[in-house]
């Protein structure tokens, strides 16, 4: 990788041997190689025993970086990658196996298939909450289809990007996997400007992903956009209260609430909203104890700028629980906050960040009234134990993914599509959704030259009636 500050750099910014690394991967993926399934297969698992190998060196880079536990780690990075590569490769062929579909009637006795082609070169860039999992999940996926990739790691999280710099050049030459560091609002402006990649996968913020749409659509490039929201919680009257609090209190303090799909505020029935606060209160001590900041379990808020955003949300509202933060460690303890204004950041802004707004309603149209001021979250979820319930409000709540029961928990699952809808994003991955991410769908038709019938060709007058009853 090219890092001095002396090097020569093209009109777009970018070093000079960065460009011709970029038409070194267009011109090795031209010449067809990885292609084949055995070139694939052989990629994951390669990629797979490197994980098993750097995991201690993963771990200690995910706590120093975020302080994750190595049990979070591996359940959410890590081991979350291992998982997915296993899916990849178990249904690997059958992905790649052309597909045979119908034919009409007009193109008959032809066969029809969709074969999935790779796209080329594709650029994979990564945020700095779950810097490994979404960095290497992508990866996975764009190497299943075939492609050659580009990786720009959050510089962010410095001590993983460090890790997995190490391991992508031991394992893949720079052909086949390009790992670019710097600073992200410099680097990727370069390489989108100066050279056309075949697709950008960009996990992130919604200013962000705009500007790399913009880039994009100045040379059609197709994207990828997994972003963010305000992911709304709603709890109804009739739920298991006991269990909704808990569900929802570990994915909204897991990493210290820095999760794309965390529940981002609540909306509970007014008629258990006390109940529901209590058994809040009661799951987050038995998670963290009275002092998270010496929890094993508990995480700390990336950098000093995310910490005093966050840190501003505070005087927002009124806090039912938590609000003890230290800025030297960067820590905000897991809080509960009502009586906030509609109109104010923390209820406009994507909270990322331990920070839980609690909201009573009273009848769904006005819990609804609130959701419909942030449309089109990553996701949603509902707590309820009636199937007339669940069913409407999975309907009335367009989202990227939810959960009935649960949170957050549907992005672990690979048969399940993960992405937005609307301002949280565009496009879907996980499983098989990530191949076909990746992929190119080539329709392909052959006929046979046996049958050749003279309709088919001038003149066509008097045919009308008979292209009638063919094409319907």
């Given at each position: 990788m090219l890092t001095s500050s002396a090097a020569i750099h093209n009109e777009n910014g970018i070093h000079a041997g960065l460009a011709n690394q970029l038409s070194a991967m267009r011109s090795v993926f031209q010449s067809g190689k990885n292609r084949s399934y055995e070139d694939r297969k052989q990629r994951l698992?390669?990629?797979?025993?490197?994980?098993?190998?750097?995991?201690?060196?993963?771990?200690?880079?995910?706590?120093?970086?975020?302080?994750?536990?190595?049990?979070?780690?591996?359940?959410?990075?890590?081991?979350?990658?291992?998982?997915?590569?296993?899916?990849?490769?178990?249904?690997?062929?059958?992905?790649?196996?052309?597909?045979?579909?119908?034919?009409?009637?007009?193109?008959?006795p032809s066969v029809s298939h969709i074969h999935k082609e790779p796209l080329g070169v594709v650029l994979i860039v990564a945020p700095w909450n779950y810097p490994f999992q979404l960095l290497i999940s992508p990866l996975a996926?764009?190497?299943?289809?075939?492609?050659?990739?580009?990786?720009?790691?959050?510089?962010?999280?410095?001590?993983?990007?460090?890790?997995?710099?190490?391991?992508i050049s031991e394992a893949f030459?720079?052909?086949?996997?390009?790992?670019?560091?710097?600073?992200?609002?410099?680097?990727?402006?370069?390489?989108?400007?100066?050279?056309?990649?075949?697709?950008?996968?960009?996990?992130?913020?919604?200013?962000?992903?705009?500007i790399i749409y913009e880039l994009a659509a100045s040379k059609l490039v197709p994207v990828t956009l997994e972003l963010g929201g305000k992911s709304p919680v709603v709890v109804e009257?009739?739920?298991?209260?006991?269990?909704?609090?808990?569900?929802?209190a570990v994915t909204k303090f897991s990493n210290a609430g820095q999760m794309c799909i965390a529940p981002d505020y609540l909306l509970v029935h007014s008629s258990v909203k006390d109940k529901l606060v209590d058994a809040l209160k009661s799951a987050i001590l038995s998670f963290y104890t009275e002092d998270a900041s010496n929890s094993y379990n508990y995480g700390r808020i990336?950098?000093?700028?995310?910490?005093?955003?966050?840190?501003?949300?505070?005087?927002?509202?009124?806090?039912?629980?938590?609000?003890?933060?230290?800025?030297?460690?960067?820590?905000?303890?897991?809080?509960?906050?009502?009586?906030?204004?509609?109109?104010?950041?923390?209820?406009k802004d994507e909270i990322f960040g331990p920070i839980l707004p609690v909201i009573s309603y009273d009848n769904m149209d006005e819990a609804l009234s609130t959701i419909q001021a942030n449309p089109d979250p990553l996701a949603f979820y509902v707590f309820t134990q009636s199937k007339e319930k669940e069913q409407a409000w999975i309907s009335a709540v367009p989202s990227g993914g939810a959960c009935v029961n649960n949170a957050s928990w549907h992005a672990t699952n690979p048969h399940l599509p993960f992405g937005g809808r609307g301002n949280s994003g565009i496009g879907a991955y996980h499983g098989n959704k990530s191949f076909d991410c990746f992929s190119h769908s080539k329709a392909v038709m052959k006929t046979p030259a046996w049958f050749d019938p003279a309709i088919k060709y001038p003149p066509f007058k008097g045919k009308l009636n008979l292209f009638k009853k063919i094409i319907r």
């Open positions: 698992q390669r990629l797979r025993d490197l994980v098993l190998k750097y995991e201690n060196e993963l771990q200690q880079a995910l706590y120093a970086d975020l302080h994750k536990s190595p049990e979070e780690a591996w359940v959410t990075e890590t081991g979350f990658v291992i998982a997915e590569i296993n899916h990849i490769l178990k249904h690997l062929k059958s992905w790649m196996r052309p597909k045979r579909v119908g034919t009409n009637l007009l193109n008959l996926g764009a190497l299943a289809a075939g492609n050659s990739v580009v990786l720009k790691p959050s510089e962010h999280a410095p001590a993983t990007a460090a890790v997995m710099r190490e391991m030459d720079e052909s086949e996997v390009l790992y670019v560091g710097g600073e992200g609002a410099e680097v990727i402006p370069g390489m989108m400007k100066s050279f056309r990649f075949d697709h950008v996968f960009f996990t992130g913020g919604t200013a962000v992903g705009k009257a009739d739920a298991n209260i006991t269990v909704a609090a808990k569900r929802i990336i950098n000093d700028r995310q910490f005093q955003r966050l840190q501003s949300y505070l005087s927002q509202g009124n806090i039912l629980f938590g609000g003890q933060t230290n800025r030297d460690e960067k820590y905000i303890a897991p809080t509960l906050i009502e009586g906030v204004d509609h109109d104010s950041p923390i209820m």
